[in-house]
T-cell receptor, first 117, second 110 residues
Framework: GAVVSQHPSWVICKSGTSVKIECRSL??????MFWYRQFPKQSLMLMAT?????????EQGVEKDKFLINHASLTLSTLTVTSAHPEDSSFYIC?????????????FGQGTRLTVV | SQQGEEDPQALSIQEGENATMNCSYK?????LQWYRQNSGRGLVHLIL?????REKHSGRLRVTLDTSKKSSSLLITASRAADTASYFC??????????FGKGTMLLVSP
């Protein structure tokens, strides 16, 4: 199946700094990538959809200026958490949509554990 | 928005026992998928069942779908300690995005 590589797997940063999370499709091209946020013992909440060649679409309640999404190429999507605060600490996961790479399932990155201190 | 609801939220069993998890949803779907997540990791696809299917098997997994009740169940037979993980159902309504349930945390003790 399609492989999605997410980096870093974990990061600790100071309040007020920005953190960039990368999501790469290794063996396929992705015009769309989904970004999720997951709090401990909870489900995945869709934050935004990155689209190659156009602006990202954000879910209701997600701050566009805080969570910057860039789909730089057909194999790279990035999420930048700007001016991070402790409440931004969470697990962030990217995913290629169902149907990518010829399959019907979604393919997920390994996730990034962000801790803001 | 989260439309899936898994039941139970947590399940603790012994190795060799069967584990059953249920999922309910609210809207019409194209298919329903089950994913597994090990602690602190991404999700791994387990099995997909289409809206016109009622039951599907894959190894030790058995999935059922009742579209009239808008519910699905995942059965893991002869569980192993390595099956310990969180399990999520996800519905595909045909608009590319998946909507995930809240998940069931399964603990299989040796």
């Amino acid at each position: 199946g399609a492989v999605v590589s997410q980096h870093p797997s974990w990061v600790i940063c100071k309040s007020g700094t920005s953190v960039k999370i990368e999501c790469r499709s290794l063996d396929f091209q992705a015009t769309t990538m989904f970004w999720y946020r997951q709090f401990p013992k909870q489900s995945l909440m869709l934050m935004a959809t990155s689209n190659e060649g156009s602006k990202a679409t954000y879910e209701q309640g997600v701050e566009k200026d805080k969570f910057l999404i860039n789909h730089a190429s057909l194999t790279l999507s990035t999420l930048t958490v700007t001016s991070a605060h402790p409440e931004d600490s969470s697990f962030y996961i990217c995913s290629a949509p169902p149907g990518t790479g010829g399959g019907t399932e979604a393919f997920f990155g390994q996730g990034t554990r962000l801790t803001v201190v | 928005s989260q439309q899936g609801e898994e039941d139970p939220q947590a399940l603790s069993i012994q190795e060799g026992e069967n584990a059953t998890m249920n999922c309910s949803y609210k809207t019409s779907i194209n298919n329903l998928q089950w994913y597994r997540q090990n602690s602190g990791r991404g999700l791994v696809h387990l099995i997909l069942i289409r809206s016109n299917e009622r039951e599907k098997h894959s190894g030790r997994l058995r999935v059922t779908l009742d579209t009239s009740k808008k519910s699905s169940s995942l059965l893991i037979t002869a569980s192993r300690a390595a099956d310990t993980a969180s399990y999520f159902c996800a519905t595909d309504t045909g608009y590319s995005t998946l909507t995930f349930g809240k998940g069931t945390m399964l603990l299989v003790s040796p």
